[in-house]
């Protein structure tokens, strides 16, 4: 099967030649890097912008030549052009900034080229922001009630096993998704291969296993031990953009806070896991982190911070002036809840 190029042919089509190859040796370099077709697919975009940009600041297609003559004035109007054309966000500039840099600093390390001026172009500054995680009553639900919005019973099974396993496992939804049968669980482990292709094992709770078992045992479709673990209608693996849908049709169908994501499941897990005692380090490990730094964020949200997200985005709680407790008595959480 070809690979997709994340820098697209409409990019390389309106650069200089010489422009156009080195792009296509950069994605390979990243590539070779084993980053994430998240980030490839960033970075591409991010390029995408800046070329388009340089054929109309330029008035012609911008070769490598061009590249290295580019002054920080131009860099600067680049910027601008992100907030007043695009509309950008300080993140949205930060990152594509970064992805420039990226590109002109590895010409650079390949005595390509060398344009001094982009070490000057400082980056938007990011405004903090907090993980949103669920009530652990809310997510306890969120496990509890997804397969009830789905027509087909085995989809049902399919996204309870799915959302069980981000809260029980702290899983990116796209690490869940890119598991196949040979990888589930084994002596209540789970290894997962995270960003970077770097391999962690996360413990399983019972739940997280007997939700797994009761899907596939449902699961329609053949499969072997090089099949998807989570599979859409068509027997193929299962979308993203699916279990996404899910997740919001249970926010529909329960009144659950706009919070309520895949993702947040996962920020649930390490907050809880905090709440309750488990050290920082512990949760690092768990949730894949390589700098410490990432899972210090979970120790600025205190219970205050929680309500107060809680009262923002839940739709039934944002006429009030107080978020309200919920029920807090499900034999579940103790076996979510004590992972530590």
């Given amino acids: 099967m070809a690979q997709h190029r994340c820098v697209k042919a409409e990019t390389l089509a309106i650069c200089a030649d010489d422009f156009a190859q080195q792009l296509l040796k950069w994605e390979d370099h990243l590539r070779a890097k084993n980053m994430s077709r998240h980030t490839l697919r960033a970075y591409g975009a991010d390029i995408a912008q800046f070329v388009t940009f340089l054929v109309k600041h330029l008035g012609k297609l911008p070769s490598i030549n061009d590249l290295s003559e580019i002054s920080i004035l131009d860099f600067r109007s680049w910027m601008v052009e992100m907030v007043i054309k695009d509309g950008l966000s300080n993140a949205s500039r930060a990152r594509s900034l970064s992805g420039v840099k990226n590109f002109i600093s ?43 919005t789905e027509k087909q019973e085995w989809t049902g099974l399919r996204n309870m096993a799915l959302f069980t396993m981000l809260y029980g496992c702290g899983l990116r939804i796209n690490e869940a998704l890119s598991l196949n049968m040979k990888d589930k669980p084994q002596n209540g482990v789970l290894r997962v291969m995270g960003k970077g292709s770097k391999q962690r094992e996360v413990p399983v709770l019972d739940i997280v296993s007997k939700n797994l078992n009761i899907y596939l045992d449902e699961c329609p479709h053949i499969t072997n031990e090089s099949s998807p673990l989570f599979l859409g209608t068509r027997g193929k693996r299962l979308n993203q953009g699916v279990a996404q849908l899910a997740m919001r049709n249970l926010r529909a169908e329960f009144g659950l806070a706009e919070n309520a994501t895949p993702h947040a499941l996962r920020h649930s897990f ?10 920082l380090r512990e949760i690092q490990e768990l949730l894949g982190h390589v700098s410490l730094s990432s ?29 309200t407790a919920l029920e807090s008595s499900q034999n579940i959480e103790e076996e979510f809840c004590n992972i530590s």
Avoid: C
């Avoid at 390390?109 to 669920?134: C, D, E, F, W, Y």
């Avoid at 210090?296 to 923002?312: N, P, V």
């Fill in 295 to 323: 899972t210090q964020i979970y120790t600025d949200l205190t219970d205050e911070d929680i309500k107060k997200a809680y009262k923002k985005y839940h739709p039934k709680e944002k006429k009030k002036e107080k978020a």
């Fill in 106 to 148: 590895w010409l650079d390390r390949q005595g390509t080229m060398h344009n001094p001026a982009l070490n000057i172009v400082r980056s938007p500054k990011i405004r903090k922001t907090l993980p949103r995680p669920l009530f652990k009553d809310q997510a306890l639900d969120v496990t509890k009630f997804s397969g009830t």
């Fill in 270 to 279: 390490a907050t809880h896991l905090l709440q309750n005692g488990a050290n």
